[in-house]
Nanobody, 120 residues
Framework: QVQLVESGGGLVQPGGSLRLSCAASGSILRINTMGWYRQAPGKQRELVAT???????NYADSVKGRFTISRDNAKNTVYLQMNSLKPEDTAVYYC??????????????WGQGTQVSVSA
């Protein structure tokens, strides 16, 4: 069993900052790419940012220069530092991990989601 647990969401005013964390646990042999996705009401889930095991990053154009993704491989944890937040960043944020279990089975794992609300 593999579990991803997100934390750090909440309500923040426009221009504010939040830091999301996502810790993976369970019978994990290796985690390859980790990422953050978000889904706003009435919209499809979209990519926010991804990071490879080696640290290469990719960002959605809408968050470039404002959000920073990072990871700690020793802790199986990925972070998303969100600065200069805008109302349009309001969404449920989901953590994703492309991993190999201890039984050598590839798994695309998702967290349960954490709400981020940006409002005055």
């Amino acid at each position: 069993q593999v579990q991803l647990v997100e934390s750090g969401g909440g309500l923040v005013q426009p221009g504010g900052s939040l830091r999301l964390s996502c810790a993976a646990s369970g019978s994990i042999l290796r985690i390859n790419t980790m990422g953050w996705y978000r889904q706003a009401p009435g919209k499809q889930r979209e990519l926010v940012a991804t990071i490879t095991r080696g640290g290469s990053t990719n960002y959605a154009d809408s968050v470039k220069g404002r959000f920073t993704i990072s990871r700690d491989n020793a802790k199986n944890t990925v972070y998303l530092q969100m600065n200069s937040l805008k109302p349009e960043d309001t969404a449920v944020y989901y953590c994703n991990a492309d991993l190999i279990t201890a039984g050598w089975r590839p798994v695309d794992s998702w967290g349960q989601g954490t709400q981020v609300s940006v409002s005055a």
